[in-house]
């Protein structure tokens, strides 16, 4: 799956896409993107206080990680295999240094920055295979070396305990459906000394369940619930290097 995922971010219409249509105002990827840009923003001054991180985010895409902590951040780093979805982000105005990598081979190098570090991994792990998967985690760790050198977010946007879990009979077969549980992610991590720190949901529902005002409503009732990420469909994991 590796390559040809790497392939569908470099047509153009995929990327206008992904930008206007995925993301586009009020969309469903949009509003979690909003909660999650809330969440990492607090988390980050909570967390870094005055001493501002270097940010650097895989698959940056078109900077939707890059835009939400401008300001926050000492600089900020996009490492994609997608000139395309790079030249989207800065054309948007995510304001980064943008790096071309490879879609395999060596682990690509961070660019030495120092601590801390945060570094960011949005909707990538989900669609490709455990090779890019070890790959991306690999990145990290050369990013973060320490228990103390910062923190990394990944997200994943098909939590299989979730209710998006109903429809993976339907599509058994279908490479483009994916899902990934909270234990594979924890493995993952582990896998490359991280240690999950904190785990958030944002959002309950599907695509088609957020078309229903109700369901709406009470997605936004159950979120505030304590321990209802666990069923969340997309979730963020907060890790740090193993002491
Ligand atoms: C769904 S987009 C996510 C973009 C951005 N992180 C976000 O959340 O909006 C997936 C991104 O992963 C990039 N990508 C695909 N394969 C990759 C790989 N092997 N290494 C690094 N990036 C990859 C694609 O070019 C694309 O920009």
């Known amino acids: 799956m590796s390559t040809n995922y790497s392939e569908v971010f470099q047509d153009t219409d995929a990327v206008e896409k992904y930008e206007h249509v995925t993301y586009a105002p009020g969309s469903y990827a949009s509003r979690i993107s909003d909660r999650q840009g ?36 000492r600089e900020a780093h996009g490492y994609d295999t997608s000139a395309e979805m790079m030249a989207k982000a800065a054309e948007v105005g995510s304001q980064a240094q943008w790096h071309l990598v490879a879609a395999d081979g060596p682990v690509p190098d961070p660019v030495p920055a120092g601590a801390p570090a945060i570094v960011t991994m949005f909707r990538l792990l989900l669609n490709v295979d455990d090779e890019v998967r070890d790959r991306a985690l690999a990145f990290a760790a050369k990013a973060l070396p320490g228990h103390g050198d910062g923190l990394l977010v990944v997200e994943n946007h098909g939590n299989a305990g979730s209710v998006r879990h109903l429809r993976a009979r339907r599509h058994a077969g279908d ?12 493995a993952l991590l582990d896998r490359h000394g991280f240690e999950v720190v904190a785990r958030r949901g944002f959002s309950m529902l599907t695509p088609s369940l957020h078309e ?16 209802t990420g666990r069923f969340a469909v997309n979730v963020l994991y907060t890790a740090r290097r193993k002491k």
Not at 175 to 186: D, N
Not at 217 to 222: H, I, K, N, R
């Open 38 to 73: 809330a969440y990492l923003r607090t988390m980050v001054v909570r967390e870094f206080g005055p001493n501002r991180p270097v940010h650097h985010d895989f698959a940056c895409g078109t900077g939707r990680a890059i835009r939400t902590l401008h300001g926050l951040v």
């Open 175 to 186: 490479r483009w459906f994916a899902e990934l549980s909270h234990k594979q992610v924890a």
């Open 212 to 227: 229903r005002r109700l369901a709406r409503g009470a997605d936004a009732v159950l979120r505030r619930l304590p321990g």
